[in-house]
């Protein structure tokens, strides 16, 4: 079967940094999606990877190793704001988005 | 702006009860989704299309039923609301050619069945 695994929950410190990963198994890959989703909000897109390597976007960057199944996304100068749900999505072989659950980050004071 | 409008935020329905879910796009998007979204679990595909009168079932259509008569607005409906229809139901529409490109949500309606 298809499968996606983040962590549930996170905790992190305003102005740190923060790693959240993503694994995954899915039949074909055509690239992974960081969506930020903040409670009772639609999910907002943050970042594309296709290829192997990091994608750098202002305090944002997300990393793909596809013979690993890896990606992580690094938010930087946590800001309260980024409180939210993140979540992982791969696009299988047909072309469909598969979802984790998604991590939800909180920052502290 | 780019922009996905589901009709409701908030709906509450009684058991057996046929509704109605609508989303409406201003992108002109040729696909069109619906997602339910219960905690812990992931996003899960209902229905999608790829065009007007177009339909595919996804991973949970049971129970549900789609239609796209425009291609700005597509519908979704549960032909008789049961207590396990109680979600997050949330509408996107992407491009044809979506290679690289994300999917836009709507906000979401929070439907509760009683």
């Known amino acids: 079967g298809q499968n996606i695994d983040q962590p549930t929950e996170m905790t992190a410190t305003e102005g740190a940094i923060v790693q959240i990963n993503c694994t995954y198994q899915t039949s074909g890959f055509n690239g992974l999606f960081w969506y930020q989703q903040h409670a009772g909000e639609a999910p907002t897109f943050l970042s594309y990877n296709v290829l192997d390597g990091l994608e750098e976007k202002g305090r944002f960057s997300s990393f793909l190793s596809r013979s690993k199944g890896y990606s992580y996304l690094l938010l930087k100068e946590l800001q309260m704001k980024d409180s939210a749900s993140y979540l992982c999505a791969v696009r299988d072989s047909n072309y469909q988005l598969i979802w984790g659950a998604g991590t939800k980050l909180i920052i502290k004071p | 702006d780019v922009k996905v409008t589901q009709s409701s935020r908030y709906l509450v329905k009684r058991t057996g009860e046929k509704v109605f879910l609508e989303c409406v796009q201003d992108m002109d998007h040729e696909n069109m989704f619906w997602y339910r979204q219960d905690p812990g679990l992931g996003l899960r595909l209902i229905y999608f299309s790829y065009d007007v009168k177009m339909k595919e079932k996804g991973d949970i259509p049971e129970g549900y039923s789609v239609s796209r008569e425009k291609k700005e607005r597509f519908s979704l409906i549960l032909e008789s609301a049961s207590t396990n229809q109680t979600s997050m139901y949330l509408c996107?529409?992407?491009?044809?050619?979506?290679?690289?490109?994300?999917?836009?949500f709507g906000q979401g309606t929070r439907l509760t069945v009683v």
């Open positions: 996107a529409s992407s491009p044809w050619d979506s290679e690289n490109t994300e999917a836009f």
